[in-house]
């Protein structure tokens, strides 16, 4: 589904990918570790369009999205959820997630994608009218899935969905992931500090240490791995 | 009692003047965070075209309507040609292009029509009402000017908080970033965004043009006002923009009455010095709710 090869980029002369490759199949999650600094966020922004990789290539069904416009990748049913702090915290709940959904042109459907958005994240109705900036960090994480979802993905790339948040609020977010891509066939590229939440839910993993793939494998391989968690994960 | 009524209704419409060019710098910097210090050019050319129009087919409403939709395509222009190309820079850069912008269009101005100041007639009377055995300082032209300035309010209003357009350019000014991975076209939210500030200086101008002249620097001091106006209301918010605009308007017209018009520019320098003295955030800033 999402194919990413060699790809470098850089935040002016930094250097935050150094050659990145990984492979996500339709309809599995796959799971991004590594440390503050490890280039994870970069991966995304750089999947999403938000930067431009000086070299290689991220193919999305096939098809080369490397270069282009965020807005034309979200389109392609590629979807971008950054980390809570992406919550326009000016705009109402409700209007958040209306942005979400703005580019596709059948209000009926958009509709209905509401509905199906707040049956699985019953808090952001309750929330709908409030600004998103009096939102608890949980919350937010929800509202930035949830407006990611407005737009009917085929793809999640989710960003640090636990960040910050309460063991028993972080098992709730792994747990609507899992309920996704049950229910949808959702594929998801979930990038995590929280290694250990994040390997409960995903399928496959991805380490990433300064800009490059240290190990990937099934999720209860990395688990198991002592070395790998002692030197990367901090487990 | 009769002077300060006057000085209070004349106060009024010259702050909805200053509340539109108010406006038009709020709308700016709440997309681009640039003070459009060339919006006084800007306002001033689309004024001359209204007057050039108006000369020749002698419909003031041709002229008006022409102004504003100048107005638009120059807002429009000058955010994809100039401003585009320096946004990501340094804020100086943007500054620096809009001064030079400013001169730019003065210069031309001059080289087209002259420098000589020329009339422009009111669409309206300015001869006041006459209410109460007298005139009071506020007549036709006054009540289209506050009809005007607060209509161009009120559907700006309508467009940002009841349009998906309007959605789309709050979240671009707000989080531009966030909006392109929902899909907004940041890039054509910011030229309407330009567009439309472009069009409130171009009321502005046609609306304070009968009572300054047009000429090349006549707009001048609007501008200043304009900006203390934007400043007092927060500069980025449209509604604080035009409350600033009556305020400003209001303590003006009566410095003018009771002390004498000549400490008029004084004044507005020392209300600005003042309000950045006590909230330097001004008086209806929204920032502070993302800082939490």
Request: proline share 4%; aromatic share 6%; hydrophobic share 55%.
């Amino acid at each position: 589904m999402l194919s990413v090869d060699g790809v470098q980029t850089y935040y002016g002369p930094v250097m935050a990918l150094d050659g990145v490759s990984l492979e996500v199949a339709p309809g599995s999650i796959t799971a991004v570790l590594g440390a503050n600094g490890a280039g994870k966020s970069s991966l995304l922004r750089t999947v999403s369009g938000l930067v431009r990789p000086r070299a290689g290539s991220v193919r999305f069904d096939g098809r080369e999205v490397a270069g282009l416009a965020p807005e034309k990748i979200v389109r392609m049913g590629l979807a971008h959820a950054p980390e809570g702090g992406g919550v326009i915290a000016e705009l109402t709940v409700q209007e958040n997630l209306e942005l979400g959904a703005l580019w596709r042109r059948d209000r009926a459907e958009r509709d209905r994608t509401f509905g199906e958005v707040f049956a699985l994240l019953p808090r952001l109705e309750e929330r709908r009218g409030l600004a998103a900036g009096s939102l608890s960090g949980g919350e937010r994480q929800m509202l930035s899935i949830g407006r990611a979802l407005m737009g009917r993905p085929r793809m999640l790339l989710l960003d640090e969905p636990s960040l910050g948040l309460a063991p028993i609020m972080a098992a709730e977010i792994m747990a609507v992931i899992g309920e996704l891509r049950h229910s949808q066939g959702l594929t998801v590229l979930l990038v995590e500090q929280n290694a250990h939440s994040a390997l409960s839910v995903a399928d496959r993993g991805v380490v990433l240490n300064v800009g490059r793939v240290v190990a990937s494998g099934e999720a209860s391989d990395l688990a198991a791995d002592e070395d790998l968690r002692h030197h990367y994960l901090g487990l | 009692m009769a002077r300060f009524v006057d000085l209070t209704l004349n106060g009024v419409s010259n702050g909805m003047i200053y509340a539109a060019v108010a406006l038009s710098l709020v709308l700016i910097w709440r997309a681009t965070r640039i003070v459009n210090f060339a919006q006084g050019g800007m306002l001033m050319i689309t004024t001359f075209i209204a007057s050039s129009v108006i000369g020749s087919s002698g419909s003031y409403w041709l002229g008006f309507a022409v102004a504003l939709a100048s107005g638009l395509v120059l807002g429009a222009v000058v955010e994809r040609l100039l401003i585009r190309r320096v946004a990501d820079g340094p804020a100086l850069n943007a500054v620096i292009v809009a001064l030079g912008l400013l001169v730019l269009l003065q210069a031309l101005a001059g080289m087209i029509w002259g420098g000589t100041p020329r009339s422009f007639e009111p669409a309206f009377s300015i001869r006041g009402y006459f209410i109460g055995g007298r005139h009071v300082l506020f007549g036709p032209m006054d009540s289209f000017t506050v009809l005007a300035v607060l209509g161009v309010a009120v559907l700006l209003w309508l467009l940002f908080q009841r349009t998906s357009i309007g959605l789309q350019m709050r979240a671009s000014a707000f989080a531009p970033a966030v909006a392109r991975l929902q899909g907004v076209r940041v890039g054509n939210m910011l030229t309407l965004g330009w567009a439309l500030a472009a069009l409130c200086g171009s009321l502005a101008g046609l609306l304070v043009a009968p009572a300054v002249f047009v000429g090349p620097n006549n707009f001048d001091p609007i501008l200043v006002f304009g900006f203390t106006a934007a400043v007092i209301g927060g500069l980025d918010s449209p509604v604080g923009g035009v409350i600033g605009g009556l305020v400003l308007g209001l303590v003006l017209s009566y410095v003018a009455g009771y002390w004498g018009s000549a400490m008029v520019n004084l004044s507005a320098l020392f209300v600005l010095i003042a309000v950045l003295m006590v909230r330097p955030e001004g008086l209806f800033a929204t920032r502070a709710a993302r800082r939490i």
